[in-house]
């Protein structure tokens, strides 16, 4: 069984798992979720770390070299570093990666240069600390500005990612850009979804991967574009002379669908095959009635084989019609 590979019938074969430590956040950002919060769930209906461990071997020994842990914000749960000490023995994982907020991060960055972490995702949506206050609708701007300076610094690979919201912080793009001047790091600018609790929100303007390009262009001029790695979600630049580089992710346009290989799983075991379907199995239920090792293996490869073609598929294909409202930090950021 060992030898199986997780390919879907377009021939894609799935390497990167995106797996949500927790539903739980420390900041209230306006894309993710509604003021008052979400609904979290209860702990014993979350995966245990020993249930995770187990996903993630299970998933390697199918080809799975990439694992990505998000939340909500994984340093909000106890005991997150132990965990990663233990992945960090799963020799048949390349990376481990980490996406965060970094409000809470700074006191185990030292501690994360020693394990087989390779990138960490900070999610910063304003330079200025009043933008920054309103879009999270926590005062924490000082210690994650504090927190991307430690990380810059550091042997970990930094990106910053910078959910482009119109009318809200589209008048900083320019001002990220000018932060990869001088330090050695990504910036990726990410079209808004809608996962925020509610649904799409209504703008003025829709600040697509073609606007945000556009708007780089007006303020800055030699762009060099870089080679992107075939399963690469984003499209990468740099500004000659600059000494870190940038990309655009459209999201939400999905135009990066056709060489996708990732799933995702939920804090709570919902498996989904894009981030736009509403879920097709929960891998806990399976695992706490005792299946073995060789039944979840087939699991994944019969139902990665349907993986749908693109994102627009995926929605379509939705159980339920209202549209897409989840909350972001309930999916796994």
Request: proline share 2%.
């Amino acid at each position: 069984m060992a030898t199986n590979k997780l390919i879907d019938s377009f021939g894609r074969e799935i390497t990167y798992l995106r797996l949500s430590i927790t539903d739980r956040c420390n900041l209230r950002c306006q894309y993710c979720m509604p003021a008052e919060g979400i609904d979290i769930v209860k702990k014993t209906e979350l995966l245990t770390y020993k249930e995770m461990y187990r996903i993630i071997r299970i998933l390697s020994e199918l080809g799975v070299n990439k694992v990505r842990l998000t939340g909500g914000e994984p340093f909000v749960r106890k005991e997150f570093m132990t965990f990663l000490e233990k992945l960090n023995f799963n020799k048949n994982l390349k990376e481990i990666n980490i996406t965060t907020n970094g409000a809470l991060i700074s006191k185990h960055i030292n501690s994360l240069e020693k394990l087989n972490v390779k990138n960490i995702n900070l999610s910063i949506d304003s330079l200025n600390a009043e933008n920054f206050k309103k879009i999270t609708r926590r005062d924490v701007f000082s210690q994650v500005y504090n927190t991307l300076e430690v990380l810059e610094k550091s042997d970990l690979n930094l990106k910053l990612n910078v959910v482009v919201q119109s009318g809200i912080n589209t008048n900083e793009i320019k001002d990220f850009i000018l932060l990869t001047k001088h330090k050695n790091l990504s910036v990726r600018f990410i079209e808004e979804m809608p996962f925020n609790g509610k649904g799409q929100r209504k703008t003025l303007e829709n600040w697509n991967y073609n606007r945000i390009l556009q708007d780089i262009n007006d303020n800055y001029t030699n762009i060099i574009k870089l080679n992107n790695s075939k399963s690469s979600t984003s499209k990468n630049f740099k500004i000659e002379g600059f000494k870190g580089n940038f990309g655009i992710i459209p999201a939400f346009t999905r135009t990066i669908c056709k060489d996708c290989n990732r799933i995702r799983i939920t804090a709570t075991g919902l498996f989904k095959n894009c981030l736009f379907d509403d879920g097709v199995f929960n891998i806990r239920d399976f695992i706490r009635k005792g299946v073995s090792d060789d039944e979840i293996k087939q699991l994944f490869i019969d139902t990665i084989a349907k993986k749908p073609k693109n994102g627009f598929i995926a929605e379509a294909n939705r159980k339920s019609q209202k549209g897409v409202s989840e909350s972001m930090s309930t999916i796994g950021g």
